[in-house]
C-alpha cells in the first residue's frame, strides 16, 4: 500500500477503512454504489478542498505545492485564494503560529499508512502525524466550532454530543490505534487537533478515553460481519431511504405511518 494507490478502487475492495466502514453504518446501499462508481451529482467539494489544504501544508511543502498544482479551482486567476477558501488558510495560520501544535504534531511521520487485520478483515489506516515510540499520535479535525452540539442516534433513540461522536471519530481512532499496535506494539492515545471554521478559529487538543475506543472496536467487531457479507455481494444492502443515493433512486411503495417520519 503506497500514497498512490490508497485512494483507489482497488484498494477499496481488498481493505476496509474507517471513513468506508461509517458509510456502510449510515446507509449500506449508497456505499455499495459509492464503491461501484456512483457520485452525488450536486457534491459541493469546498469542504473537502479546504480540509486538504490544511492537511497538505502540514504534511510537506512538497506535498502542498502538489496539492495546489493539482486544484486551480480554488484559486483566483492572480492566484490568491478564492473567498470560499480563505478560512483555510486562516486554519494553517492558527495551528503553525502555535508552538504546542508544532513540538507536539510536526516531528511525527506524516501520512502514515498502516494495514492490518481486525476481526478477520484486511484494514488500511492513513495517520496524520505519528512518531513511533511516542505515546500518542495526532490527527487534524476541521470543524464549524469545537463547542457545537449535534444529535447523535444510537440504540435507544438518540442524545445531544460533540462533533466527535457526531462523526464516530471514536471509530476512526480506535482502528489507527490497532493498527499501530499490530505494526509497532503499543496502543497510544489518540489526540484530535481540532481547528475551527470560525474568524479567529478556535483550536484544542482532544483527547478520547480509552473506554470510547474499547466501545468504538467492540461496535465495530459486533456490525462488521453484516458489513462484509454485503460489501462481498452474499446479502443484498439495506437503504436508509433518507440519504441522496436513495431519494434519486427511489420508487413508490406500500404506504408509510405518519409516526414514521420522525426518528
Same mark, same amino acid.
Given at each position: 500500500?503506497?500514497?498512490?494507490?490508497? =485512494?483507489?478502487?482497488?484498494? +477499496?475492495?481488498?481493505?476496509? %477503512?474507517?471513513?468506508?466502514? *461509517?458509510?456502510?453504518? %449510515?446507509?449500506?446501499?449508497?456505499?455499495?454504489?459509492?464503491?461501484?462508481?456512483?457520485?452525488?451529482?450536486? *457534491?459541493?467539494?469546498?469542504?473537502?478542498?479546504?480540509? +486538504?489544504?490544511?492537511?497538505?501544508?502540514?504534511?510537506?511543502?512538497?506535498?502542498?505545492? !502538489?496539492?495546489?498544482?493539482? +486544484?486551480?479551482?480554488?484559486f483566483t486567476k492572480s492566484g490568491s485564494l478564492?473567498?470560499? =477558501?480563505?478560512?483555510?488558510?486562516?486554519?494553517?495560520?492558527?495551528?503553525?503560529?502555535?508552538?504546542?501544535?508544532?513540538?507536539?504534531?510536526?516531528?511525527?511521520? *506524516?501520512?502514515?499508512?498502516?494495514?492490518?487485520?481486525?476481526?478477520?478483515?484486511?484494514?488500511?489506516?492513513?495517520?496524520?502525524?505519528?512518531?513511533?515510540?511516542?505515546?500518542?499520535?495526532?490527527?487534524?479535525?476541521?470543524?464549524?466550532?469545537?463547542?457545537?452540539?449535534?444529535?447523535?442516534?444510537?440504540? !435507544?433513540?438518540?442524545?445531544?454530543?460533540?462533533?466527535?461522536?457526531?462523526? +464516530?471519530?471514536?471509530?476512526?481512532?480506535?482502528?489507527?490505534?490497532?493498527?499501530?499496535?499490530?505494526?509497532?506494539?503499543? !496502543?497510544?492515545?489518540?489526540?484530535?487537533?481540532?481547528?475551527?471554521?470560525?474568524?479567529?478559529?478556535?483550536?484544542?487538543f482532544i483527547a478520547i478515553p480509552q473506554e470510547?475506543?474499547?466501545?468504538?472496536? %467492540?461496535?465495530?467487531?459486533?456490525?462488521?460481519? !453484516?458489513?462484509?457479507?454485503?460489501? %462481498?455481494?452474499?446479502?443484498?444492502?439495506?437503504?436508509?431511504?433518507?440519504?441522496? =443515493?436513495?431519494?434519486?433512486?427511489?420508487?413508490?411503495?406500500?404506504?408509510?405511518?405518519?409516526?414514521?417520519?420522525?426518528?
Open positions: 500500500m503506497t500514497d498512490s494507490t490508497y =485512494y483507489t478502487p482497488e484498494a +477499496n475492495q481488498h481493505y476496509q %477503512s474507517a471513513s468506508m466502514f *461509517k458509510e456502510f453504518q %449510515s446507509c449500506e446501499a449508497r456505499a455499495m454504489a459509492k464503491l461501484a462508481g456512483w457520485e452525488p451529482e450536486n *457534491k459541493d467539494p469546498t469542504a473537502l478542498l479546504a480540509g +486538504n489544504y490544511v492537511h497538505s501544508y502540514f504534511e510537506s511543502q512538497e506535498a502542498h505545492e !502538489r496539492f495546489i498544482k493539482d +486544484n486551480p479551482v480554488m478564492k473567498a470560499a =477558501y480563505k478560512t483555510a488558510q486562516t486554519m494553517i495560520d492558527a495551528l503553525k503560529d502555535d508552538k504546542h501544535f508544532t513540538e507536539a504534531y510536526m516531528p511525527g511521520e *506524516k501520512e502514515l499508512i498502516l494495514t492490518g487485520d481486525i476481526g478477520g478483515v484486511q484494514w488500511m489506516g492513513k495517520l496524520d502525524s505519528y512518531m513511533p515510540g511516542k505515546a500518542f499520535f495526532m490527527d487534524i479535525k476541521t470543524t464549524q466550532d469545537i463547542h457545537k452540539r449535534f444529535w447523535v442516534p444510537d440504540e !435507544r433513540r438518540g442524545h445531544w454530543g460533540s462533533f466527535v461522536e457526531a462523526y +464516530n471519530y471514536p471509530l476512526q481512532m480506535a482502528v489507527y490505534q490497532e493498527l499501530i499496535f499490530q505494526t509497532y506494539g503499543v !496502543r497510544p492515545e489518540p489526540i484530535i487537533v481540532a481547528v475551527t471554521k470560525q474568524e479567529p478559529p478556535d483550536k484544542a470510547y475506543l474499547d466501545t468504538a472496536m %467492540s461496535q465495530l467487531l459486533e456490525a462488521q460481519d !453484516r458489513i462484509e457479507a454485503v460489501r %462481498s455481494g452474499q446479502v443484498p444492502p439495506k437503504r436508509c431511504e433518507q440519504c441522496e =443515493y436513495c431519494r434519486q433512486t427511489k420508487h413508490l411503495g406500500a404506504p408509510i405511518s405518519m409516526t414514521e417520519l420522525i426518528e
